[in-house]
């Protein structure tokens, strides 16, 4: 248990309510530990706290327009890598055709999102068909291929010697957010059988095992998918960005730790949906500045209208490292009050990381090189 310096302190204008009624004609900055869950303060500025006119050093905002990365592979372990640290990695895999091999993770959990496309999921737990907006556990050691659509794309996120898990809901209670029931296993099905017929690579089946980043290759002359039955609490899952319903609260903005969907040792996973806009005249209707200090943050925007971002796009994904503030962009600032519409209409996914995260080697038509100065004072709007 940590004990904190128990501090509590009110100096000059501030509101009572974080996020809400805010004193005219300031900006509301939340400085916070353990990422929204710790001690907290908020600080009240007369201009918006991301309104820099420069920006030198490392330490920056960037973005990334993973549309660009147009290459297929027939390997997730061959898809680039993104982000990554010691805990995380985060690929994105344009998969080449139906996968004539089998992979196994022994490095760590996987999560897959399916941005765009679909296909066929074969594993030792049986069979699923995935859709856009599907995520699915793969817990490590799985042994698995997939037979996409065209057009497929899959974010990959991997919890690098750890394991999935689902966040604790507390007062909400454990079917809050989405039911467990609504998570759909593989199935021993007539697609899985007939499966088993299917030819592998020059006749044979190679399994390729990624372990510490190395890629080992084993052959079998039979598909080693060639389960009859299993029992156990151990499998992969699926849940569709579709059957999250966010909390959501008509008084108060609520954080992004709201919307964790999974959790693993050093980071969390969170999505983004569709909900509507907070209705109290004097609540935050726009997400608040805040700082990045205990954690990086990266968004990967999967579908809809992203309220509070300019110029991004379905398929980019937009990466802040811990040390800097950051909040709306200057146009979204302009509806910190009131809305245009009722509802927002997004699906993205979240990952924040407890460890700094380093970017791949991608091309270099794929990271937007000034977005960190989507933030300038260009038009500061009014609050």
């Not at 900055?29 to 030198?56: L, N, V």
């Not at 895999?93 to 139906?98: D, I, M, Q, T």
Request: hydrophobic share 40%; with cysteine.
């Amino acid at each position: 248990m940590r004990h904190y310096i128990p501090i509590h302190h009110v100096e000059g204008r501030a509101s009572r309510q974080a996020h809400a009624d805010l004193p005219e004609g300031t900006y509301e900055r939340e400085m916070s530990k353990e990422g929204f869950f710790g001690p907290a303060a908020h600080i009240y500025h007369a201009h918006p706290p991301t309104g820099w006119t420069q920006w030198e050093g490392p330490l920056r905002p960037r973005a990334f327009d993973l549309n660009k990365l147009e290459a297929t592979a027939p390997c997730p372990w061959a898809a680039p890598a993104v982000l990554s640290n010691g805990s995380c990695a985060l690929r994105y895999w344009r998969p080449e055709g139906a996968m004539a091999h089998l992979v196994r993770n022994a490095d760590g959990d996987d999560l897959l999102f399916v941005h765009a496309g679909g296909g066929e999921f074969f594993c030792d737990y049986g069979h699923l068909s995935l859709r856009g907006g599907d995520y699915v556990l793969v817990p490590r050691g799985t042994l698995w291929r997939l037979a996409p659509h065209a057009g497929t794309e899959i974010l990959m996120i991997e919890a690098t010697n750890g394991s999935y898990q689902l966040p604790d809901r507390g007062l909400m209670g454990a079917h809050a957010i989405f039911d467990p029931a609504i998570l759909d296993l593989p199935r021993l099905d007539e697609a899985f059988e007939a499966q088993k017929d299917d030819e592998g690579a020059d006749g044979a089946w190679q399994i390729r095992i990624k372990r510490a980043g190395a890629v080992s290759r084993v052959t079998f002359p039979f598909n080693p998918l060639d389960a009859v039955g299993w029992k156990g609490n151990l499998s992969v899952a699926r849940l569709n960005v579709a059957d999250i319903r966010p909390l959501m609260s008509h008084r108060y903005h609520v954080p992004p730790s709201a919307h964790t969907t999974f959790t693993a040792p050093r980071f969390v996973v969170c999505t983004f949906a569709p909900r509507p806009f907070e209705s109290d005249p004097g609540a935050l209707k726009v997400p608040f500045f805040h700082n990045n200090d205990d954690y990086d943050e990266v968004l990967f925007y999967h579908a809809g209208d992203f309220f509070s971002r300019d110029n991004i796009d379905a398929g980019m994904m937009t990466f802040h490292p811990a040390g800097f503030t950051h909040g709306p962009h200057p146009k979204a600032l302009k509806n910190m009050l009131q809305q245009t519409k009722p509802a927002t209409d997004e699906y993205a996914v979240m990952i924040d990381t407890r460890d700094a995260l380093a970017a791949g080697d991608l091309p270099d038509d794929v990271e937007i090189a000034d977005y960190v100065e989507s933030w300038s004072a260009r038009d500061e709007g009014t609050p």
